[in-house]
């Protein structure tokens, strides 16, 4: 039996004297892929944050593979990959430059995966040689995707992935999604507003809500199970975006 | 036989049905049509995956479940095709049934729009002749 990929017990996380996270207890399976939901300001970079070891926690316990995310075994970390919201390290490089940086910090990469998104998102030779920091918001953003893809990891977590992609761009994501990554069993975490892209591709779905994970169930149980509360004779359905409303209100 | 694999398929992210349920209820409306017909052959699950830009495993789910009800049938080396016995194929009224949530969302809007049920009426009318 293997460890889980994230496994959280009675996780807190104060901001001065505010609790963002407040004694929160999570646990992600093998293979699972799911959305975290919540509102703005409800802490979920925060709790990515804190589940991969880029902030210290008040209290409680967290492991990733059976291992703390503050003393990673180089093994475990390259099992982990994550996008951040926004990422404004490596600017002064290009893009070349930061993927083979990366490349050398990985026991394993994958060139052929890593050229194909390149050609394949738009990243022509003179992007190539561009500093980051002359990159439009979408390009880092895609560049960032590609960077946390090129080692395979086993965990993705991904924070607001899409938030600077275009509808095509977006659909591009889900598919290299879809293909590369959650075929081959994958497991994802990620957060996003875009509910639309969210049920394409997560099964399960958690709302941070209050500190705590609020509500996690499958999607489709989720979206049947709201549809047959409103019982009565009277089949009053909710989407996904009523249900969000109603969870995180 | 083989079906025209373009867009076989069309979903809608966002609504109040799961994404399962539609691809099941748009099987089960071509089979009722004969616009599919027994020994015809779907798309695979990673086809129709990276077509629609869904998870495999909804797709999975929804040949699964579509396998239960016995509208297909998993054919070793071929994949999924319609099965002969679909038994209720038939029957107009059992077809009229697979419409009644389409419409049952329909009428719900109707209501929110406040539309007479005359009105309703007359342009559902005029629809059917449009694409007749």
């Known amino acids: 039996m293997t460890a889980s990929p994230i496994l959280m017990r009675g996780v807190s996380k104060r901001f001065d004297s505010k609790p963002i996270l407040d004694g929160l207890d999570w646990e992600v399976g093998q293979g699972q892929v799911i959305g975290l939901l919540g509102r703005n300001g409800a802490g979920k970079s925060t709790l990515m944050e804190c589940l991969l070891g880029l902030r210290e926690t008040d209290g409680g316990s967290i492991t990733l593979f059976g291992e703390s995310p503050v003393a990673l075994s180089d093994a475990t970390r390259a099992r982990i990959g994550y996008v951040p919201q926004k990422s404004d390290l490596f600017e002064w490089m290009t893009p070349l430059q930061l993927l083979a940086y990366f490349k050398a910090l990985y026991p394993r990469w994958n060139d052929a995966r890593v050229e194909g998104l390149l050609a394949r998102w738009g990243f022509d030779l003179p992007l190539r040689h561009t500093p980051i920091r002359r990159l439009s918001g979408g390009e880092q953003q895609r560049l960032s995707i590609i960077r946390a893809l090129g080692h395979e990891p086993e965990l993705l977590v991904l924070d607001e992935p899409v938030s600077a992609l275009d509808p095509a761009g977006r659909r591009d994501f889900l598919v290299e999604l879809i293909d590369g990554v959650i075929e081959r069993g994958t497991t994802v975490v990620f957060s996003t507003h875009i509910l639309t892209d969210l049920e394409r591709v997560a099964l399960d779905v958690a709302f941070l809500k209050d500190g705590r994970i609020a509500l996690q169930g499958d999607l489709g149980d989720l979206l049947d199970g709201a549809a047959s509360e409103a019982g009565q004779g009277v089949h009053t359905p909710r989407s996904l975006e009523e249900l969000f409303i109603e969870v995180t209100r | ?132």
Do not use: C, W
């Open chain 2, 1 to 132: 036989m083989s079906l025209p694999t373009p867009q076989l398929f069309s979903i809608v992210a966002g609504s109040a049905e799961p994404i399962y349920r539609q691809l099941v209820d748009q099987v089960r409306r071509l089979v009722a049509g004969r616009q599919l017909v027994p020994g015809d052959t779907l798309p695979s699950v990673r086809e129709v995956a990276l077509q629609l830009a869904v998870n495999p495993m909804t797709v999975s789910k929804a040949y699964g479940l579509l396998e239960l009800e016995g509208v297909l049938e998993r054919r070793r080396g071929i994949g999924m095709v319609v099965a002969a016995h679909t038994g209720n194929t038939g029957d107009p009224g059992d077809r009229a049934a697979l419409l009644r949530p389409t419409l049952e969302r329909a009428a719900r809007e109707a209501r929110e729009l406040e539309l007479d049920p005359a009105t309703v009426l007359s342009l559902f009318t005029q629809i059917l002749k449009e694409s007749a």
